[in-house]
DNA sequence: CGTTAATTGCGATCATTGTTCGCCGTTACC
DNA sequence: GGTAACGGCGAACAATGATCGCAATTAACG
């Protein structure tokens, strides 16, 4: 038994260190790709170990050497994706303008690994998304905000990216397949909205079926626009 | 076969229905009631099929002629959940202060039922769901937003109260059980935060370290307000 | 009232998945 | 050169979600 499973309570408390027997033939790093590369084609319900470990031409069991168990592997994966963002938006201008650009930056992400939406969050960052957060300090420079609310913004912030571009994304894959599926929830809410008892719902839909471009422009823009303008503003 | 397999992309499309059969020894709301007892005393894993059938005492085979699968029943306990929301927040005042009131509901929700967090969205609401949002729009009266941007501000001030609870309940967790974990993680931050590439993390730590309640008040009421001074501002 | 058809309950069962155990070969350290 | 630790991996286990088919039951229909 490897300490894998019995001590760190965290990936990246238990680094690869080089021992006594044999050089592992893989890395965490290739793993994880290979991880990624199948959630990118099946999503993430198809990562399982046994579909990994074919991926990287070895047996299931083989990869507890490098893993303890599938949540850490599914955290390898998002941390190594999170390493794809670029660094982005530390240019001039005012805080706003650069927290968009690092938003803008997180909806690619998001676009390219849709499976990120499925991650579950996990207590302890990741390299990269420590990186991620140093360099959202770093554009957060001049907010009238003590260090430690930065954090707190920081997290609001990057939790509104992850929600706009859960429903962008979730949006897309309703428009995919189903038009039958659009039919029978558009059947659903037309009732709904016609039982009297949900006036300002029908109101709503009503309003946003008559002017589906009313608001024009991107809604990820607008929202972010609010958002950061909330998050911002003079404590 | 039941109908429950094949047509009907969603529960709330597939009501309850009177056939000719036998009557049904169980409701859904039976179903839902004995899965969230389940959640709430061993979380939302202990909910599994066998686990639930057993607690109205049944096999697992006969919760399938109430349920189409395992993410359904789980959307039936989120809705039934969702049902204990008071309907409160729809007095005088302003529009802030009344989705405020909402979001201090959506956070005992969360409290008391923290298996929530882990229920993953899904793109059909139950009936309870519309009720909120219902209640949200009734909240926004006389916020200057047409109709359509509307629902997208309720998404976004639901997100965030989610996101918020989520923040609050892992710091529980955390807090409980493991000093141990606590020490690890510490040891991690530091090391990460001394090893001088991440000077605004460092400085950012080092503030709250230093100062632990220095952002007096509720991390919660916070948050929400800047957030609702963002999402409510004119558009 | 007898027939029919639809529906429920459920035991048995299958496929899949995460995970563990034990053995063997390999490699670095003393 | 011995030894102790380590990696690879085949085999297996427990748990879970889900399916199938059959018997029992009841409402609708003539």
Redesign the interface.
């Known amino acids: 038994m490897s300490e894998n499973t019995s001590a760190?309570?965290?990936v990246?408390?238990r680094p690869d260190r080089p021992g006594r027997g044999p050089a592992p033939e893989h890395s965490r790093a290739e793993i994880a790709t290979a991880a990624i590369a199948l959630a990118g084609a099946s999503g993430l319900a198809a990562v399982t170990m046994r579909s990994v470990a074919a991926a990287i031409g070895t047996g299931p069991s083989s990869l507890y050497r490098y893993v303890a168990n599938r949540a850490e592997l599914v955290e390898l994966m998002a941390d190594q994706a999170r390493g794809e963002l670029a660094a982005d938006g530390t240019g001039p201008g005012e805080p706003a303008a650069r927290l968009l650009t690092i938003a803008r930056e997180g909806l690619v992400l998001y676009r390219r690994h849709p499976w990120l939406l499925?991650v579950?969050?996990t207590?302890?960052p990741g390299?990269n998304a420590?990186?991620f957060?140093?360099h959202c300090?770093?554009a957060?420079?001049g907010v009238d905000q003590?260090?430690?609310?930065?954090?707190?913004t920081i997290?609001?912030f990057s939790?509104?990216v992850r929600?706009?571009a859960?429903?962008e994304v979730?949006q897309r894959r309703?428009g995919r397949g189903?038009a039958?599926?659009q039919g029978?929830?558009a059947?659903?809410l037309t009732q709904?909205a016609g039982d009297g008892?949900?006036?300002?719902?029908a109101?709503?839909l009503?309003?946003?079926a008559g002017?589906p471009a009313?608001?024009a422009g991107d809604?990820f823009e607008?929202?972010m626009a609010?958002?950061?303008?909330?998050?911002l503003?003079a404590r």
């Open positions: 760190g309570g965290s990246w408390l499925d579950p969050a207590p302890v390299p420590i990186a957060i140093e300090l770093t957060l420079t003590p260090a430690a609310a930065r954090l707190e997290a609001l939790g509104a929600l706009c859960q429903a979730e309703a189903a039958q599926w029978e929830l059947a659903y709904v008892r949900h006036p300002h719902l109101a709503a009503a309003s946003a002017a009313a608001g809604p607008r929202a609010k958002i950061l303008a909330g998050l503003s």
